[in-house]
């Protein structure tokens, strides 16, 4: 799989692809929950990072038009820990007293 986190047009960008998706989000604020990573772009929710079913599956989702709609990948926990540590060097997480509490459920195997 190939990935790149980084700073663009003043917003984090993270994408990762292989043969068989994608997955490309860009955002100025994460906020940071026990199991997930919400990301906004200008106050609206433009994704996330969930592994809320106790695997060890972390799945990425967009946010697209519609109620219910959306369109979720299985994402690597490294990509997840990358998009973490940008999040953070940028200064652009919500609530930073959650992120250690995060690690520890969801990126401890790394």
Request: aromatic residues 6%.
């Amino acid at each position: 799989m190939d990935s790149v986190v980084a700073t663009r047009d003043d917003r984090l960008l993270a994408r990762i692809e292989d043969d068989h998706m994608v997955f490309e989000v860009t955002f100025d604020t994460v906020e940071v929950t026990d199991v997930t990573l919400r990301f906004r772009r200008d106050g609206e929710k433009v994704g996330s990072i969930y592994n809320d079913d106790g695997t060890a599956r972390t799945m990425a989702r967009l946010t697209v038009p519609g109620d219910t709609d959306f369109i979720a990948v299985k994402v690597p926990k490294t990509f997840v820990a990358e998009i973490l540590d940008a999040a953070a060097e940028a200064g652009c997480i919500e609530n930073s007293e959650m992120v250690e509490g995060y690690r520890l459920r969801v990126l401890r195997d790394e």
